[in-house]
């Protein structure tokens, strides 16, 4: 396969021109979203000195994702998703702007970081299940696995700019100008997606009002093994894997002596890792539960060679790895769920993504705060290691008894 082609393979999503706009004005965001991340840890550490108060304010941020976002996917299978997105990315700048605001003005405390977080909290419960349902309605069918990875890679390409710019404003001109960059770098989302050529979109059909949407869906997704397992996986990884913006700062200064650089450049290479594996993903055609395990798998035992390395540079090194990792992970779980869901539950079932992959965090920031801060950070990064390699387990003795079972089923003629 020559070059070309592959090229044409790995970004062919971005031959759509709304696309193009969106994913712009996304990557402009993403990285000041990604400054905000490092900074509001930074920022919570400094308060407190506590990896305990870390995980609860990010515990916080993502206790609305678990209670609303099942009712925001209703909402984003009923209305206009461009206008609820261009609604919710509003509030959440305004949100970026008050917490820069209270910072540069000295004013900051706690439990002003703790109300902000969880305003941004009600606001992402909103954002993310209608982002990831929008995506379809942009590209198609036909490119929505390339698209989904694109976005991963877009996301961790910030990851690698955003926090790396972070840590050099931080130890130069403080957190509050990673606040206010974020702010004003909503705008640029909100203008890619009042660009959008309207008449090119591929919407689906809006679902009636009607009583027990919520229900209906949960029922549809259980009877579904395609997207029960790959879900329950998300759940059990969410919560002790993806806690990265907890156990990170405790491994850059605990662990390795280091300060707010050392946290940006570990996070960075992870983007730079994710950026790497996410091309490669974007230009192969795996789906399904079974490369879902596989992800899961190769990501767990990534995050353990992380736990394991004793020296900085290796360190950051086994970040780049656990980068690949987490985006292949994600990728394919992702796109493996837009395909199997019918269009008119593809934002209820986005919701549970969200609720699994964000909205578990109440639970395992908190528990990987404290691992983190009373046996090291790298204990917290065992947790989430064994996490990923248990839900692998348990998802393939699952899939395995299931074929079994329809093995044995007789076959009426």
């Known amino acids: 396969m020559s070059p070309a082609t592959i090229g044409r393979r790995t970004f062919a999503a971005l031959a759509n021109p709304n696309y193009r706009r969106w994913y712009a004005g996304q990557g402009i965001s993403l990285i000041g979203t990604w400054m905000q991340t490092v900074a509001q840890g930074w920022l919570v550490y400094t308060l407190s000195g506590s990896g305990t108060e870390l995980g609860l304010v990010v515990a916080l941020q993502m206790v609305p994702v678990l209670i609303l976002a099942p009712y925001a996917g209703v909402i984003a299978d009923r209305v206009d998703k461009r206008r609820l997105i ?40 909103f954002d993310n299940p209608t982002r990831q349902a929008f995506v379809i309605e942009l590209v198609g069918e036909e490119h929505v696995r390339n698209a989904v990875t694109l976005n991963s890679v877009l996301v961790n390409a910030a990851r690698a700019v955003g926090p790396a710019v972070a840590g050099i404003l931080i130890a130069t001109v403080g957190v509050s100008v990673c606040f206010l960059a974020n702010s004003v770098s909503y705008l640029a989302v909100i203008a890619s997606l009042l660009m959008l050529d309207r008449s090119a979109l591929r919407p689906s059909l809006p679902a009636p009002r009607a009583r027990g949407q919520l229900r209906e869906g949960l029922r549809y997704v259980a009877a579904t093994p395609a997207l029960a397992i790959p879900l329950a996986m998300m759940a059990v990884i969410g919560a002790l894997a993806y806690e990265f913006q907890v156990v990170l700062p405790i491994v850059a200064r605990e662990t390795f002596g280091g300060g707010a650089e050392v946290y940006g450049f570990l996070t960075a290479a992870m983007g730079v890792g994710a950026v790497v594996g996410g091309l490669v993903v974007a230009g192969s055609g795996r789906t399904g539960t079974r490369a879902v395990i596989t992800a899961s798998f190769a990501f767990g035992v990534a995050i353990l060679l992380a736990a394991a390395a004793p020296t900085l540079p290796i360190e950051i090194v086994a970040m780049t790895i656990v980068g690949a990792a987490s985006v292949s992970f994600l990728a394919v779980g992702n796109s493996t769920l837009q395909l199997a869901a019918r269009p008119d539950m593809r934002g209820r079932v986005m919701s549970l993504w969200a609720v699994a992959f964000l909205g578990t965090t109440p639970i395992g920031g908190p528990i990987a705060g404290f691992v983190s801060e009373s046996a090291g950070g790298r204990a917290g990064l065992l947790l989430g290691g064994l996490a990923c390699i248990l839900a692998a387990a348990v998802a393939a003795a699952v899939l395995s008894r299931a074929s079994v079972t329809n093995a044995r089923r007789p076959v009426i003629s």
Do not use: D, P, R, S
């Not at 609604?87 to 002003?112: D, H, K, R, Y």
């Open 86 to 125: 261009i609604a919710v990315q509003a509030v959440m700048g305004v949100l970026a702007l008050i917490l820069g605001v209270l910072t540069v003005t000295g004013a900051v405390e706690l439990w002003m970081v703790f109300v902000l977080a969880a305003a941004l909290g009600v606001a992402t419960a």
